[in-house]
């Protein structure tokens, strides 16, 4: 097992780096304490793990390869474990096959190299803000509903869980219901700031999501509007 190097004064939000190269971890770990975050810093798998049922992080943000697996296999095996907190990836490339992998294993986000230790702030404030600003309130259209505190949709008697990017996108299509959106207004409300990547980000994240939310015999609720984005109705 590497070494853990943690600090956490108080109770602030703290951010777990998965990161088995000690240049870049000790500079991220020292951007974000300077920024008042709580930090640990881990160099494999199994501290990940072990760190984030023990010590409960607010967010984790995990490098594409850390010792002898990917950050993709990581993700995978905290959703696995149950660990339900947002995970983003630090990544070295933006293919559609990377976004697909990305979303199978349950990663929420990704930050694509070379990454500041600004862009990686900004990307947690936003995930922060989520967290802390969520209302104890219910959405439903039909027979969908979302529970903006757990983060959770559920139809009729099945519960639907999401990540969060999944569950901002719901969220977004739910509050515009029969409203036609548009990529450029998911993009901007969804992800809110400038995107970096190619934009059929977006296709990905609705395949993905109408793969969850409608299962057969259910009718299906999102629905493309060609040439112009997403729109959230009857069948």
Not at 59 to 70: C, H, K, P, V, W
Request: hydrophobic share 40%; net charge negative.
């Amino acid at each position: 097992m590497s070494d853990l190097s943690r600090v956490m004064p108080g109770n602030l939000p703290h951010v777990l780096l998965v990161i088995d190269q000690p240049e870049v971890s000790q500079r991220l770990r020292d951007t974000f304490l300077a920024q008042g975050f709580n930090v640990m810093v881990v160099g494999d798998a199994g501290d990940a793990i072990a760190q984030c049922k023990t010590q409960a992080p607010t967010l984790a943000m995990i490098d594409q390869q850390i010792s002898e697996q990917s950050g993709v296999q990581l993700c995978r095996q905290l959703r696995a474990e149950g660990v339900r907190i947002p995970l983003i990836l630090l990544m070295d490339k933006d293919t559609l096959e990377d976004r697909i992998a990305c979303l199978e294993a349950g990663a929420d986000d990704y930050v694509l190299s070379p990454y500041t230790g600004d862009m990686l702030l900004q990307r947690v404030n936003l995930y922060l803000q989520s967290e802390s600003g969520l209302p104890t309130t219910v959405l439903s259209f039909q027979d969908l509903q979302l529970d903006l505190a757990t983060r959770r949709a559920q139809r009729r008697s099945r519960t639907i869980e999401l990540t969060m990017k999944e569950f901002e996108l719901l969220r977004y299509l739910m509050e515009h219901p029969r409203e036609t959106l548009t990529r450029e207004q998911i993009l901007e409300h969804v992800w809110g700031f400038d995107f970096r990547g190619e934009s059929n980000v977006i296709e990905v994240y609705i395949r993905y999501l109408r793969l969850k939310v409608q299962v057969a015999p259910e009718k299906r609720l999102i629905h493309t509007v060609r040439g112009v984005g997403y729109v959230l109705r009857e069948a």
